[in-house]
């Protein structure tokens, strides 16, 4: 049995996901396998991956989302540690041999997670001070937006077993909430190297698809206060992030004129914010 258990899910991403597929396969740790989820793709994706042969293991699902992708690698894979890679994502090829070393000379960590390197539209960018990454107790840096990529993640299996896996109702922001619930129980390690390459700007980013994206990051709050015995410095901070968002929102339907959205954050906003 391989000890890491990549998975790579995806949806008519030909030739990204080739790309990705390659990273992985020339990383120098070797003992992993590969799985390519392929959440109802249509670009003739299973028929173009049949060319790897028996070096990955590819299996296929009606259109469900990339949570539900997710979680069906993890439901056929069998490592003791998982690391998802994003099909627009691309790895350095020493991201897992650093890694594992890395979870296996700390085991009090369930997770660890990588710097990165951000290249939109074919140009490299530098992320924003609001983009830093930290080590340890980070719930309060995970709560004004996502800071760790699932690309950069490697985590024990029974982690994510633990926290029952990516919410498949959340169209998009569902790593916000998955980390939400993993750091508010749990410390995780951040390792200072640039080993993935992210790849954003594309017209089939879920994450640029629309305006709004703080509705599912409320979403994910008003979840995790309702459902989690949470400390009560982490509800105060998580509650006073909710209340921040839902003003930003509201104000947003509001200039939108779409005033029956402005006013249910509103009301978010005071219930919580009492």
Same mark, same amino acid.
């Given at each position: 049995?391989?000890?890491?258990?990549?998975?790579?899910?995806t949806?008519n991403?030909?030739?990204?996901?080739?790309?990705?597929?390659?990273?992985?396969?020339?990383?120098?740790?070797r003992d992993?396998?590969?799985?390519?989820?392929?959440?109802?793709?249509?670009?003739?994706?299973?028929?173009?991956l049949?060319?790897?042969?028996n070096?990955?293991?590819?299996?296929?699902?009606?259109?469900?989302?990339i949570?539900?992708?997710?979680?069906?690698?993890?439901?056929?894979?069998?490592?003791?540690?998982?690391?998802?890679?994003?099909?627009d994502?691309?790895?350095?090829?020493?991201?897992?041999?650093?890694?594992?070393?890395?979870?296996?000379?700390?085991?009090?960590?369930?997770?660890?997670?990588?710097? *990165?390197?951000?290249? #939109?539209? !074919?140009?490299?960018?530098?992320?924003? @001070? $609001?983009? %830093?990454?930290?080590?340890g107790?980070?719930?309060?840096?995970?709560?004004?937006?996502?800071?760790?990529?699932?690309?950069s993640?490697?985590?024990?299996?029974?982690?994510?077993?633990?926290?029952?896996?990516?919410?498949?109702?959340f169209?998009?922001?569902?790593?916000?909430?998955?980390?939400?619930?993993?750091?508010?129980?749990?410390?995780?390690?951040?390792i200072?190297?640039?080993?993935?390459?992210?790849?954003?700007g594309?017209?089939?980013?879920?994450?640029?698809?629309?305006?709004?994206?703080?509705?599912y990051?409320?979403?994910?709050? *008003?979840?995790l206060? #309702?459902? !989690?015995?949470?400390?009560?410095?982490? @509800? $105060?901070? %998580?509650?006073g992030?909710?209340?921040?968002?839902?003003?930003i929102l509201?104000?947003?339907f509001?200039?939108?004129?779409?005033?029956?959205?402005?006013?249910?954050?509103?009301?978010?906003?005071?219930?919580?914010g009492?």
């Amino acid at each position: 049995m391989a000890r890491v258990s990549v998975i790579i899910p995806t949806y008519n991403r030909l030739p990204k996901v080739k790309d990705a597929i390659e990273s992985v396969l020339k990383q120098t740790y070797r003992d992993f396998e590969l799985w390519v989820t392929d959440d109802g793709s249509t670009d003739g994706t299973g028929e173009a991956l049949r060319t790897f042969g028996n070096r990955i293991k590819y299996v296929y699902q009606d259109n469900s989302g990339i949570s539900a992708a997710r979680n069906l690698g993890m439901r056929v894979s069998r490592g003791k540690y998982v690391a998802f890679l994003d099909s627009d994502d691309l790895w350095e090829p020493r991201k897992l041999e650093i890694q594992v070393g890395y979870m296996e000379a700390n085991p009090q960590f369930p997770l660890c997670y990588t710097d *990165e390197v951000w290249i #939109r539209r !074919e140009i490299r960018v530098n992320p924003k @001070k $609001r983009h %830093a990454k930290y080590s340890g107790w980070i719930f309060e840096k995970c709560l004004p937006l996502c800071i760790i990529s699932p690309s950069s993640a490697l985590m024990k299996r029974n982690l994510f077993e633990e926290m029952g896996g990516f919410d498949e109702t959340f169209p998009v922001c569902e790593d916000y909430d998955f980390w939400l619930r993993v750091t508010c129980h749990y410390p995780v390690l951040f390792i200072d190297k640039k080993l993935i390459i992210k790849r954003g700007g594309h017209p089939d980013q879920l994450s640029i698809r629309s305006w709004g994206n703080d509705r599912y990051r409320v979403m994910a709050l *008003e979840k995790l206060l #309702r459902s !989690e015995n949470l400390k009560a410095e982490d @509800k $105060r901070m %998580a509650s006073g992030e909710l209340v921040r968002k839902c003003h930003i929102l509201s104000r947003g339907f509001y200039k939108r004129g779409k005033r029956e959205e402005g006013r249910r954050y509103e009301e978010l906003a005071k219930r919580y914010g009492a």
